[in-house]
């Protein structure tokens, strides 16, 4: 009996992983507040962080062929109990939040020490936690109204970190307040379109949910269901025009959390997006309304040109990449507008690929801050000299955000433009071609003032602290690495893409 109890634990443990993913952090968040040591609120999130990630490469791991992974809460079969369901791009998510989440955790440890009073230390980590476990609740539940339940904890959680940003400077409170308006906006549209789904329905599972909203499309409560649920994602995700609240957020919130919702939040609402439209909605009601051509795809050319000049004009560095992200938000559902299944795929591999590479820039911006030189370009001249290691991962990220072919920015782009020359949409082609031009140009700024212009003599500099360093370096590490060994997130993508335009999220 004895011999057999190990064996026994490993097998329950590994069948109840996609729960473990969203209690291990949850639990972890009031035990930081309790304990109230610093120190050890910091272990708790980096090791709950960490447990994350080996859970989310395990699931990974078993989806990456295109199985589907269903969790019965409680015993409870799907549609009357609530279903956790993982599938390749979901696990993918999953991955790229937890991944973030361990890089940026040790350079947060240093980072916020200058950016929030050592009192709050506790409450920060323990809001973090929070954060984390709605950002991958959403994107492992199969519960429609799940999703709005975890996406409320995620944002609430949002709210407060950026508001702690108001310790180094006041206008982080405003920001924090401009985002919680726009994000409870967002968030009551999301709502009442479940509302509608559920009316049309009767059920909360998603599975469930698209199996009976198919032959009702014409359904004026289906449409005005789905009418709402875009918005409100397109609030949350910061789709163009809805973007405003974004700038200010990233800009400033403190420089771990910066780094932390640029890679993870927006990417997260992009997976919501894709889940509803693709898996509850299908390509087929989609491809009735005209969604693509007359919405989407309009937006994401304008977002991919405007928020790219606005960058190239901006004197903050964190506004500049704040604009950058806008840019790179439009060529995601530039790919999902394409509607074909290399565009999808394109538009997958360029959620983690933006992830990983967005986390590296600001947190490169945040070791400049931390070091007394502010994030204003007139204060970074000739920073380059005095802080090489930090100046060079940096630029390792900017060649992944221009899409230089070895980084991983490289990929996204190449199947962009592939996916529209394929149907023969050579315009679009061009617009991706020029829209890159312009990140070189807002980039080479940049560079050029970091490493060709004279060094302010009037402020001493250091290299950034060995702690935050690293985590920097793992990322651009990462953009080089994933940009050279393709295959595992190629793979997981195709899969993913080929599961949405199919408009599967497997059967109960």
């Known amino acids: ?34 304990i109230g040591n610093r120190i050890i609120a910091w272990w708790l999130a980096f090791i709950s962080s960490v447990i994350s990630l080996l859970i989310a490469t395990t699931l990974l791991g078993k989806v990456i062929d295109g199985s589907v992974i269903s969790y019965q809460i409680g015993g409870w079969a799907p549609p009357l109990g609530i279903e956790y369901r993982v599938d390749s791009l979901s696990a993918l998510i999953l991955f790229l939040v937890t991944l973030v989440s361990t890089i940026i955790l040790p350079y947060a440890y240093k980072s916020i020490n200058f950016e929030i009073p050592k ?36 944002s609430l ?21 401009d985002y919680l308006i726009m994000g409870t906006i967002g968030a009551t549209f999301f709502v009442i379109g479940i509302g509608f789904l559920y009316m049309a329905t009767g059920t909360l599972n998603m599975v469930d949910m698209s199996n009976l909203i198919k032959g009702q499309e014409s359904l004026s409560t289906v449409r005005s269901g789905f009418v709402f649920i875009v918005i409100g994602i397109g609030l949350k995700l910061a789709i163009f025009p809805l973007h405003f609240w974004l700038p200010r957020a990233y800009t400033y919130a403190p420089s771990a959390i910066t780094a932390f919702l640029a890679a993870t939040a927006t990417k997260v609402a992009v997976y919501m ?52 992200s806008i840019a790179q938000i439009g060529y995601i559902l530039l790919g999902i507008g394409l509607m074909s299944e290399t565009s999808l795929t394109a538009a997958v591999i360029h959620i983690f690929n933006h992830g990983i590479t967005k986390a590296v820039l600001f947190m490169g911006i945040g070791a400049y801050v931390l070091q007394g030189r502010g994030s204003f370009l007139s204060d970074l001249e000739g920073i380059g000299k005095v802080m090489p290691w930090t100046s060079a991962a940096i630029v390792v990220g900017f060649l992944s955000l ?12 190449w199947f962009l433009v592939k996916s529209a020359l394929e149907i023969g949409w050579w315009p679009v082609a061009i ?39 690293l985590p920097i370096w793992v990322g651009a590490l990462a953009c080089i690495y ?8 190629m793979t997981t993508s195709q899969m993913a893409a080929k599961s949405l335009y199919a408009g ?5």
């Not at 221009?402 to 782009?413: A, D, E, M, R």
């Not at 890159?436 to 950034?464: D, G, H, M, N, Q």
Request: hydrophobic share 55%.
């Open 402 to 413: 221009i899409g230089v072919p070895g980084t991983v920015g490289f990929i996204s782009k």
């Open 482 to 489: 994933f940009g050279l060994n393709t295959e595992a997130i």
């Open 273 to 324: 997006l894709l889940r509803f439209m693709f898996t509850i909605f299908h390509p087929n009601f989609l491809s009735k309304i005209s969604i693509f051509e007359y919405i989407i795809l309009p937006l994401a050319i304008m977002a991919m040109f405007s928020a790219s000049v606005i960058a190239v004009f901006q004197s903050d560095f964190k506004k500049l990449l704040a604009y950058s």
């Open 504 to 508: 599967s999220f497997g059967s109960l």
């Open 431 to 469: 617009a991706i071609v020029l829209t890159s031009l312009l990140a070189v140009i807002y980039c080479w700024r940049v560079i050029e003032t970091i490493y060709f212009k004279p060094l302010l003599s009037k402020k001493l500099t250091a290299e950034t602290p060995i702690s935050m360093l």
């Open 157 to 177: 959680s949002t709210y407060v970190l950026i508001a702690q940003g108001s310790y180094r400077d006041k206008r982080a409170l405003t920001a924090a307040f």
């Open 119 to 154: 009192e709050q230390h506790t409450l920060f980590y323990a809001a973090y936690l929070l954060c984390l476990t709605g950002l991958l609740g959403v994107a492992v539940t199969g519960d429609a109204f799940n999703v709005f339940v975890f996406l409320e904890i995620s």
């Open 1 to 34: 009996m004895s011999l057999e109890a190990p064996h026994n634990l490993a097998f329950s443990l590994s069948d109840h992983l996609p729960i473990l993913q969203v209690l291990i952090p949850f639990i972890a968040a009031p035990l930081a507040v309790v």
